[in-house]
């Protein structure tokens, strides 16, 4: 059998012990009661007040030239903005004053003289034959042909006193003459040159044999048409070994020089 003890405790410390219990009692009380505030809530404080910011001077440095390099970048495309709006201007400029002056040229042909004629004709032909000599032999150029020919057409219409005519066809063998020797210069240039070259006059042919009409100055292009012998065609420009020719109310196209010959 368990024995029960009571152990007895001294006056003094019961009467605290009693005193104790009673205080806790009370505050209970007065917390269930809303009586007692309870203590702020203490913020924690920011952390950029705990730590100080720290400064980068290299940072800094390259902020400013990333901006001056914009700057400079700006201005420079304004610049060549600028450069690029002059250049179409001088171009337009360019080729009003080569219209005019091909006006002025047709006007003049047509008010021609005999004796300005004759001495037109005669500068082409003397054209023609130098440049002939300054091939040293080689193969005969298909444009010199034609030149030749139109030249040699020139007779009947002088004959005639009919010398706007005659002046046209020379002038036609003029700018033959100009192409043959281009073709010439962008032959010996490395790289080579390439790139359509318009007539200033245009320059009525003929097809000497059966050839095909392609898109584009080279063999393996796109064929437009297919033209017969003798189609009447009109050079308007040329490149290397082509001519760009118009048909009478059919499509436009590259043809080989050597296909081409005097109406």
């Not at 730590?51 to 980068?56: A, F, I, K, L, Y």
């Not at 940072?59 to 600028?82: F, H, M, S, Y």
């Not at 962008?186 to 006059?201: A, I, K, N, T």
Request: aromatic share 2%; with cysteine.
């Amino acid at each position: 059998m368990l024995r029960v003890t009571h152990v007895c405790l001294p006056r003094e410390l019961q009467q605290s012990r009693t005193v104790g219990l009673r205080a806790v009692a009370c505050v209970l009380c007065l917390a269930l009661s809303g009586c007692i505030t309870p203590p702020p809530a203490v913020s924690p404080a920011p952390v950029g007040a705990m730590v100080p910011e720290s400064t980068c001077s290299s940072c800094d440095q390259q902020t400013r030239e990333i901006a001056r390099l914009r700057q400079e970048l700006a201005g420079r495309e304004a610049e060549l903005r600028d450069l690029r709006s002059n250049q179409r201007e001088q171009v337009m400029v360019i080729q009003e004053s080569t219209r005019e002056v091909t006006r002025a040229k047709v006007k003049l042909r047509r008010l021609a003289t005999r004796a300005e004629t004759a001495s037109y004709i005669a500068e082409v032909e003397v054209a023609l034959e130098s440049l002939r000599t300054s091939l040293d032999g080689a193969s005969t150029s298909p444009l010199l042909e034609l030149a030749q020919a139109i030249i040699t057409s020139t007779a009947a219409p002088f004959a005639h006193a009919d010398y706007g005519t005659a002046m046209e066809r020379a002038a036609q063998a003029e700018q033959l003459i100009a192409a043959a020797a281009d073709n010439r210069v962008r032959s010996r240039s490395r790289p080579r040159q390439s790139g359509e070259v318009l007539l200033q006059v245009s320059i009525p042919l003929r097809m000497t044999v059966e050839g095909q009409l392609r898109r584009e100055p080279r063999r393996t292009a796109a064929v437009a048409s297919l033209l017969k012998k003798d189609t009447p065609v009109v050079a308007r420009a040329y490149t290397g070994s082509w001519m760009r020719v118009e048909t009478e109310g059919g499509p436009s196209g590259w043809v080989e020089q050597v296909k081409l010959g005097a109406r």
